[in-house]
């Protein structure tokens, strides 16, 4: 089951979020010290300010995608996708395409007609995946990451819904 995540759904955005943010730093711009020192209301604030998704196997949560649409009226056709995570167990399940096509239907639905996505340049698993999606990639931000190596550049990409 894949669903909008609501302020009851905190345990299970917040074991997501963590576990992502723990288990793959290189992979997203917060980091896991940031989102853990977070009260309940700056959690629950957030889902209410953006619409964050989660797909669940059963009880147990096992997947996360959030959408952040523009706020400008000139903007508001896009949106920005993020916090993708899939747990270790689930990858290979099909998971991961289920929850980004629950998330794109939803963006159609809220009249949004173009994603778009930051994503680690090294991270070529995930670049494929959303070329597989249909994002094409349109430019890079480099040094976009700062890690204790040095820089890595992140590749934006595009989904066109329209």
Known sequence: ????????????????RLMSLRS????????HAEWAALSDEDWAGYLKS???????????????AGLSRQS??????????GMIFVVPEKRGSGIAARIMDHVIGFARGEGVLQLELAVHSGNARAVGFYERLGFRIYGT???????KSGYVDDLLMVLALD
Request: proline letters at 5%; zero cysteines; glycine letters at 6%.
């Open 1 to 16: 089951m894949i669903r909008r995540l609501g302020r009851a759904d905190l345990a299970a955005f917040k074991y997501l």
């Open 24 to 31: 793959e730093p290189e992979n997203y711009a917060s980091t």
């Open 50 to 64: 953006s619409a964050v998704f989660a797909a669940f196997d059963g009880d147990a949560p096992v997947a996360l």
């Open 72 to 81: 400008r009226a000139r903007m508001a056709h896009r949106a920005s996708l």
């Open 141 to 147: 931000l480099p040094r976009g990451f700062r890690e």
